[in-house]
Every structure is written in structure tokens, then in C-alpha cells.
């Protein structure tokens, strides 16, 4: 009997461990799902840790809050509508996905107690903002147009803090294309920018004096072309007083001019250009040198040419170069590839964005004297 009843007691044990174990379990998943963030929540803070003594217990300090997000969830990530605010003072508020600002939004800056300023409010893509937005900077200046990875690019209006205002083409953060630049004082610049200075032609009209300037500029200065009046029909010309009523003669002077001025202009546009070759390769996009369909059609000689990491090799693209009908010295190759590659120069692995770059250079300087191209 005290054995039967011995053996009752532990299995009445053993079931009631068990019964528990069930109920602690049921207990954590009915946990796990009321912490699974989905849907609309209130608040969800994120606190600084705090320091520790030297026994390794918790300091009697108040847990400051760091960060706090309002706003939907779906699987524990925020995606949706929702509010961010940042542990040094900034907000952003706008669409979420996959716990990524994505969608448009607006990020405020904190510029100290109570006091934030709109910075940015447009689109963006993965926690960049990527798309159509404006930015409001610091100093003054206003952009509004197109964004990729954080930096104006494409169409956009640049509105300086001065008052010049430059409306054309971005490429990374830079004036690049075609774009034009009034300044404050009625000045007005119309052509070509590079690496966002003035590259390439363009006309300058001078507010001031009804004088334009057309003709290369380089490095963001004038080199070579032709100044001329411009008449504003809706301007009355003052009548100056007269002091000197005789006529004055002069004796004769013999007549000074150019031989052949438009000759003349036209040899000094050209080296102009032919000195600028490598570094306008160097730094236009890619699609302002080449139509969609020249880009592919090269992208094909490249790929039928290239090695598994996808590049190609100077005797490759000298190859190419005969493929195309054009004969290049390969210690000439060699130069442009250097000034292309800079300090990572290295003629086995040439990739696809520097062959298209060296193709232009080819045909820019094809018909000049080399020695005129500044290399």
C-alpha cells in the first residue's frame, strides 16, 4: 500500500510540473503576441542605457528617453504612416517600410530648445531621399526639383540665399548640363555646366551694360568668343549736355582689323575644346555625351569583350577601337586610361563606365593633332 500510494504522489507531481510548464508556455506566447508590433501604436520609446556601479548593479539614475516612434507597424517593423522622434532633437514624419523612411515625408532639424526648422519635404526611397523634394538649407538656399541617394539629380531650381536663382541639370549634388544661372543684379547665363562650374558653350548677358558675351567658357571663365551690343527697344538714351560745338578732325589713321575674324574665332573655339577633351570625359554624365541607343550599343561591344567580374583589358578595347575603324596607339590608350583611372590605374580591369569614357575621348580627338590635346 505505502508503495501505491508513493507511486500516486509522483505521478500527481510529474502532472502538475507538466500542467505548469503548459500554462508558463501558453503564458509567453499570449506575451510574444501582445509584444508583436502590428497595426497603430501609441508610443514606442527607446531609452539610453545607464551607467553601472563597479559591483555591476544599476545606479539609481531616471531612464532618459532617447528616441520614440508613433505611429503603424507590421511584423515588428515600421511601415506606414509614422512619427520619429530622434534622440538629438530632429523628427521625421511621413511614410515607413520595412522599418526604412520610404514615401514622402517631411525631417525636422532641431535648431535648440523648442525651436525646429523644416529641412526637407518630398520623397524618399529606403532612407534617402530619392525622388521630387525640396530642401531648405541652412545657409538660405532653396532646392526644389529631383533627388537621388541624398544629393540633387536631374531637373531641379536652385534659389541661393543672394537672390541668383540657377534652374537646369544636376548630376550628384553638382550643376551639371544644360542650365541657366540670373543673378540678382540681372545678369543671365545660358549654356553648359560641368562639375558645377561653367564648361562648353554658352552666353552671357550683362543687365548692366545691354552687352552679351557667346563663346567657350572654361573652368567657369569666358576663354574665347564674341561680345556685342544688345538694344533694348524699351530704353530712352539720355541726351547728354554738349560742350564742344566745333568739329574735331582727326587726321588720318590707317584701318585696323582682323584678316579673317571669323577664322580667326572659329581655330580659337576649337583649341579651346581640344585642351578641354579629357576633362570634360572625365566629368560629364554619361547620358549627356550619348543617346539611350549609343549607350547600348556600346554596353554590347563591352560585354562581348569582358571577363566574368565584367571588365576588359586595354589590348580588349584596342580591339574594339579597330572593330570600330579607329587605329589608337596602345601607349596613347595607355595615357587617357591613366588620366580616366587617376590613381587606381590598372589596364586589366577596365570597367564599362571608363570604356565609355575613353570612347569619348576618341572621338573628340579624332582629326586633332595630338600634341594639341592637353594630356
Not at 552687352?211 to 524699351?234: I, L, R
Not at 585696323?256 to 581640344?274: F, G, H, I, W, Y
Not at 580591339?319 to 590605374?345: C, N, P, V
Request: hydrophobic fraction near 30%; charged fraction near 30%; include cysteine.
Amino acid at each position: 500500500m505505502y508503495q501505491d500510494a508513493s507511486y500516486y504522489s509522483q505521478s500527481q507531481q510529474k502532472q502538475s510540473v507538466k500542467n505548469n510548464s503548459m500554462k508558463v508556455a501558453r503564458q509567453w506566447q499570449i506575451n510574444d503576441q501582445k509584444a508583436e508590433k502590428n497595426g497603430l501604436h501609441k508610443a514606442i520609446y527607446w531609452v539610453k542605457s545607464q551607467s553601472k556601479n563597479e559591483d555591476g548593479t544599476q545606479k539609481q539614475e531616471r531612464w532618459i528617453a532617447d528616441q520614440k516612434y508613433v505611429g503603424d507597424w507590421n511584423q515588428n517593423k515600421k511601415c506606414g504612416f509614422g512619427v520619429q522622434y530622434y534622440g538629438n532633437g530632429d523628427k521625421y514624419e511621413g511614410g515607413w517600410f520595412d522599418n526604412q523612411r520610404n514615401g514622402q515625408g517631411t525631417y525636422w532639424v532641431s535648431e535648440g530648445k523648442n525651436k525646429m526648422r523644416r529641412e526637407y519635404t518630398g520623397d524618399w526611397v529606403n532612407d534617402k531621399k530619392t525622388g521630387k523634394g525640396t530642401m531648405f538649407y541652412q545657409n538660405g538656399n532653396r532646392y526644389d526639383g529631383l533627388w537621388q541617394d541624398d544629393k540633387p539629380h536631374g531637373e531641379g531650381r536652385m534659389i541661393y540665399a543672394n537672390g541668383d536663382v540657377y534652374e537646369g541639370a544636376w548630376f550628384k549634388g553638382l550643376r551639371s548640363g544644360y542650365g541657366v544661372l540670373t543673378k540678382r543684379n540681372g545678369d543671365h547665363f545660358e549654356g553648359y555646366w560641368v562639375n558645377d562650374k561653367r564648361e562648353g558653350q554658352g552666353s552671357y548677358f550683362f543687365a548692366t551694360k545691354n552687352q552679351v558675351f557667346v563663346g567657350e567658357w572654361v573652368d567657369d571663365m569666358p576663354k574665347t568668343g564674341v561680345y556685342s551690343e544688345v538694344e533694348d527697344p524699351y530704353t530712352v538714351k539720355e541726351e547728354r549736355e554738349k560742350h564742344f560745338m566745333d568739329p574735331y578732325v582727326l587726321p588720318d589713321v590707317p584701318k585696323v582689323e582682323l584678316q579673317d575674324p571669323t577664322n580667326v574665332l572659329k581655330e580659337s573655339m576649337e583649341l579651346a575644346r581640344k585642351e578641354r577633351i579629357i576633362y570634360r570625359a572625365i566629368h560629364i554624365p554619361l547620358d549627356e555625351m550619348y543617346s539611350k541607343q549609343e549607350m547600348e550599343d556600346l554596353a554590347l561591344q563591352f560585354e562581348s569583350a569582358s571577363n566574368q567580374e565584367h571588365k576588359i583589358t586595354l589590348i580588349n578595347s584596342k580591339a574594339i577601337f579597330q572593330s570600330m575603324g579607329f587605329e589608337i596607339e596602345e601607349k596613347l590608350l595607355q595615357t587617357y586610361l591613366k588620366h580616366l583611372q587617376q590613381d587606381k590605374y590598372n589596364e586589366f580591369e577596365i570597367e564599362l563606365e571608363t570604356f565609355m569614357r575613353l570612347v569619348a575621348i576618341i572621338l573628340e580627338s579624332q582629326g586633332y593633332d595630338q600634341s594639341d590635346i592637353n594630356i
